[in-house]
């Protein structure tokens, strides 16, 4: 049972450069988040998505873009990566008001 | 003032003690709560859930005080093995009323030891 999915788990992106972080969820839910984690900041709120087709803005959004691609799967993209976008990023599904967790990609932009 | 307020701690307790962590939330219209676990460089589980009643599960007891808007996590007989980041969760309605918003806590840092 794979739950929450994220690709890549790792990368290094130079300065400028873009990428599209993949998630997938394999148990139907309905809602589905992107949020990214610093040292001392918790977990912030980039993007979330209530369901298929809609997408809304978090705490942090600028920078970034997001799909909800269909029910399974949500992308995050980074246009033009900056230092400051170097984090862990987690993807998370929910149906009620828990959250399953991808495992998170390191990212780091030099 | 902060959707989720957390302390970040350290709370270095030794192995057997019982410690109590809080999470202030701001919108006092929020119904449920939750705390998730975080281990280092892993990703969030969910620990438990807390609705009006509280819920107890073990050696772990959350509870609710919505006058002063604050949820509680107290872990009894702590072990080795309770050592983590313990995360506070909010739910809100998401925009145009659609799903929900979760909010997290910066997390308290929780170290057990010998």
């Known amino acids: 049972n794979a739950g929450v999915t994220q690709t890549p788990k790792f990368q290094v992106l130079k300065t400028g450069q873009s990428m599209t972080l993949q998630c997938a969820q394999d148990?139907?839910?309905?809602?589905m988040y992107w949020y990214r984690q610093d040292p001392g900041m918790g977990l912030r709120l980039i993007y979330y998505?209530?369901?298929?087709?809609?997408?809304d803005k978090g705490e942090v959004p600028n920078g970034y873009n997001v799909s909800r691609l269909n029910k399974r799967e949500f992308s995050l993209r980074l246009e033009s990566a900056a230092p400051s976008q170097t984090s862990v990023y987690f993807c998370?599904?929910?149906?009620?008001?828990?959250?399953?967790f991808g495992q998170g990609t390191r990212l780091t932009v030099v | 003032r902060k959707e989720v307020e957390q302390d970040p701690g350290p709370f270095n307790v030794p192995e057997g003690a019982t410690v109590a962590f809080n999470c202030t939330y701001s919108?006092?219209?929020?119904?449920?709560f939750f705390w998730y676990r975080q281990d280092c460089r892993k990703e969030p589980k969910l620990l438990m859930s807390?609705?009006?009643s509280g819920n107890e599960d073990g050696r772990f007891t959350a509870q609710l005080n919505r006058a002063s808007q604050y949820i509680s996590l107290l872990i009894r007989d702590s072990k080795l093995s309770d050592s983590a980041t313990y995360l506070c969760?909010?739910?809100?309605?998401?925009?145009?009323?659609?799903?929900?918003?979760?909010?997290f806590g910066t997390g308290t840092q929780l170290k057990v030891e010998l």
């Open positions: 998505s209530a369901s298929e087709g809609t997408t």
């Open positions: 919108n006092s219209a929020s119904q449920s």
């Open positions: 807390v609705y009006s």
């Open positions: 998370a599904s929910s149906e009620a008001l828990d959250a399953f």
């Open positions: 148990m139907n839910h309905n809602s």
């Open positions: 969760v909010v739910p809100t309605r998401g925009a145009r009323g659609g799903g929900n918003k979760l909010t």
